[in-house]
């Protein structure tokens, strides 16, 4: 079948590289893709929040499926678009509709959702500009650090997490002012969760689900996990902290009453769920949803799974799914990403990449990357992901900085630590 991809980051690099193996992959389009995503298929200069132009080249370029990398195509609504014209309710939809995508779309909406289906999570309250004193007030009956998040989607940036109550305070004030534009409209407050945080991925029809490899992410830029919080700064898969006993927590208390409540409420689910955990002295609690794979998790989860994809996306879509057994590689892998300098804040780009033939024993998923008079740049904060595998994740972690100190760009930086807190 011919495949349309939609994204341009590490995770769609990583799905291009996993799809492309699949016998049941003809033609794969990736839009827009980066300067990676070409060697396993066509890129198509298209924005992926258009989705006339989606409808397009889908007809144009006989598409049978869709896969969405990002979240906000699912949030606005796409797999909706797409069922409600006849001319694509044959094509397959990886992603859910778009009320269900509010599980990532709306923090208020997934706190409600976790707490009518009695799913761990931290105790929160909601609140709006018109309820500014109500939220004024309820920091000061809280005890510090005071978590604040945005509503909305804000770009991985909506968090904030601070020791000051006046601090708090302030920043509440300035996001329900629009610091955060409509995103934070309404701002959740809720209660801090000390423990060490790590990622559950499911793909589901909203009945049946399958379990995908477990990973932890590195989100600060700074060794230590310390500074400003990134998209993402690397990854390792399995994680050594996650056993069986807390698995069957993760599955008993999370995964299944999501699953059920999906279920109840009749939302549309046809897609992966992204479960952002912490381990609370061996209890799993809900951070958030993603309705969407992470990244840069994805660069870690694929190639540990040695199941076709592409057959598993597509019997998800088609109700068959339970007649899957996942497998996962036995050995560990890591992911070590290269940002350019000034990352996450203020960065140049259009900087010439270079000795990435000199990388040996890792996979090369490019991310912020693109072509230019012949030569790769930099077009993004997170540029390149490394992921190798070995017996352990240090070993694994150990062969990506190897390759990391290969290639070049100018302002190259990455943490040298990833995995440290295993």
Request: proline letters at 4%; glycine letters at 10%; one cysteine or more.
């Amino acid at each position: 079948m011919n495949i349309l991809l939609l994204g341009s980051g590490g995770r769609e690099s990583t799905f291009a590289w996993k799809m492309k193996q699949s016998p049941l992959c003809d033609q794969l389009f990736i839009a827009p893709g980066n300067a990676g995503t070409q060697t396993y298929g066509t890129n198509l200069n298209l924005n992926p929040l258009d989705f006339e132009a989606v409808k397009a080249s889908v007809q144009a370029n006989n598409i049978q499926m869709v896969v969405v990398g990002p979240e906000a195509p699912l949030v606005e609504g796409i797999y909706d678009f797409f069922q409600a014209d006849e001319a694509l309710q044959h094509i397959h939809i990886i992603g859910p509709s778009k009320e269900a995508a509010q599980l990532e779309g709306s923090k208020a909406f997934a706190k409600s959702f976790m707490e009518e289906f009695n799913i761990p999570t931290a105790a929160y309250q909601e609140f709006t500009l018109a309820s500014l004193q109500a939220g004024l007030d309820y920091i000061d009956q809280q005890t510090p650090p005071i978590v604040l998040k945005a509503d909305g989607l804000a770009a991985g940036k909506g968090v904030l997490i601070l020791d000051d109550k006046e601090e708090a305070k302030q920043e509440l004030k300035a996001m329900l002012e629009g610091k955060f534009g409509q995103a934070s409209n309404k701002v959740v407050i809720e209660a801090f969760l000390k423990g060490i945080e790590f990622s559950v991925f499911v793909l589901t029809d909203g009945k049946s689900w399958k379990l995908l490899p477990v990973a932890k992410d590195y989100k600060r830029i700074g060794e230590g996990d310390t500074g400003l919080n990134t998209g993402g700064m690397g990854a390792v898969s399995p994680v050594p902290f996650v056993d069986e006993a807390l698995m069957k927590k993760v599955i008993d208390r999370i995964i299944q009453p999501t699953i059920d409540g999906i279920d109840k409420r009749q939302l549309i689910y046809k897609g992966f769920v992204f479960f952002g955990l912490i381990n609370v002295g061996g209890d799993p609690y809900v951070i958030e949803y993603n309705c969407r794979m992470g990244d840069p998790e994805t660069e870690v989860v694929f190639p540990r799974l040695k199941n076709d994809l592409v057959a598993l996306m597509k019997d998800m879509d088609e109700g068959t799914l339970d007649k899957h057994t996942i497998e996962e590689e036995e050995r560990s892998a890591a992911a070590v990403i290269l940002v350019s300098g000034g990352y996450p804040e203020a960065y140049d780009k259009g900087k010439v990449i270079t000795q990435m033939d000199a990388v040996e024993g890792s996979l090369v998923f490019h991310a912020g990357t693109k072509e230019k008079d012949g030569q790769i740049v930099t077009n993004g904060g997170r540029v390149i992901a490394l992921t190798s595998f070995g017996a352990d994740f240090a070993q694994a972690v150990a062969i990506s900085k190897t390759n990391a100190e290969k290639i070049q760009f100018e302002g190259k930086y990455y943490r040298t630590d990833i995995g440290f807190d295993l």
